[in-house]
């Protein structure tokens, strides 16, 4: 079992930056797939970015050149660095953890709110 913990959200303008973390209750290390998903009100959970133990990663579309997704081990934590946000950025930033077995752990959330 692990638990997650998101921190980094708010406010900010259009153009701004932010960096979400996550840090998790136990070694990262042998979880082989560890990201990042939004909900935006009244659309469904999204997947923004995922990042393996090896270090690959995986972007949603809508994000590729913009965000940045990485993990740091030695202090159970994965980040998602977000530049030149935009106002559809906006929405609930949730952690995840899929674990072997096929197992997904999810944070409570943190808000990222980009005006116009």
């Known amino acids: 079992q692990v638990q997650l913990v998101e921190s980094g959200g708010g406010l900010v303008q259009a153009g701004g930056s932010l960096r979400l973390s996550c840090a998790a209750s136990r070694s990262i290390f042998s979880i082989p797939v560890m990201g990042w998903y939004r909900q935006a009100p009244g659309k469904q959970r999204e997947m923004v970015a995922i990042i393996t133990g090896g270090g690959n990663s995986n972007y949603a579309d809508s994000v590729k050149g913009r965000f940045t997704i990485s993990r740091d081990s030695a202090k159970n934590t994965i980040y998602l660095q977000m530049n030149s946000l935009k106002p559809e950025d906006t929405g609930l930033y949730y952690c995840?953890?899929?674990?072997?077995?096929?197992?997904?752990?999810w944070g409570k959330g943190t808000q990222v709110t980009v005006s116009s």
């Open positions: 995840n953890a899929r674990t072997i077995p096929d197992i997904n752990y």
